[in-house]
Antibody, heavy 121, light 110 residues
């Protein structure tokens, strides 16, 4: 049974860099699209982007300029960095395994436990 | 406002059936596979339905999905108090080049 465990700093000041890492346990790492999704307080879900084991990335165009994703296949881990954060980046950030199919058939299972990131001066 | 449109809330009594709608356009729901997620209070979303109407292992057949054109529906029969949660639909949007989600529907089991 695949499990995702994530960690990272939970409190940032405006203009700092958000950094999160997600580790994959108990399943294959290759072939899937490893994704980040966030949920602002009291709001819906926003897809941030995805990366595969080869380092291929696909970012949400609305966030593309501030995002970097990376992968460490030897450790079965993938990471997210968001530059120049503002209060609008305050959210619970989830990592998730995206389906090993074309983008038109993308769903997410399982999800990590979530990390609350708060941006405040 | 979310790209996909869901009703903010639905409610029904225990044992009854409820449906949750998800509306989009041709560039998202019309041309791509739809998935549904259940988010219990304080927890991460959980995949309920994928590829429009398929259930992952362990999801009871009380949950069903369907899609027609640019709309989709999640059905839940035999409602239980444990089904009280937020439900989200999601799919790929060709025009936006991104995965998009609905705004979520809060299910209350009266």
């Amino acid at each position: 049974q695949v499990q995702l465990q994530q960690w990272g700093a939970g409190l940032l000041k405006p203009s700092e860099t958000l950094s999160l890492t997600c580790a994959v346990y108990g399943g294959a790492f290759s072939g899937y699209y490893w994704s980040w999704i966030r949920q602002s307080p009291g709001k819906g879900l926003e897809w941030i982007g995805e990366i595969n084991q080869s380092g291929y990335t696909n970012y949400n165009p609305s966030l593309k300029n501030r995002i970097t994703m990376s992968v460490d296949t030897s450790r079965h881990q993938f990471s997210l960095k968001v530059n120049s954060v503002t209060a609008a980046d305050t959210a619970v950030y989830y990592c998730a395994r995206g389906s090993n199919l074309p983008s038109s058939m993308r769903w997410f299972d399982p999800w990590g436990q979530g990390t609350l990131v708060t941006v405040s001066s | 406002q979310s790209v996909l449109t869901q009703p903010p809330s639905v409610s029904a009594a225990p044992g009854q059936k409820v449906t949750i709608s998800c509306s989009g356009i041709s560039s998202n729901i019309g041309d791509n596979s739809l998935s549904w997620y259940q988010q219990l209070p304080g927890t991460a979303p959980k995949l309920l339905i994928y590829d429009n109407n398929k259930r992952p292992p362990g999801i009871p057949d009380r949950f069903s999905g369907s899609k027609s054109g640019t709309s989709a529906t999640l059905g839940i029969t035999g409602l239980q108090t444990g089904d009280e949660a937020e439900y989200y639909c999601g799919t790929w949007d060709i025009s936006l080049s991104a995965v998009v989600f609905g705004g979520g529907t809060k299910l209350t089991v009266l």
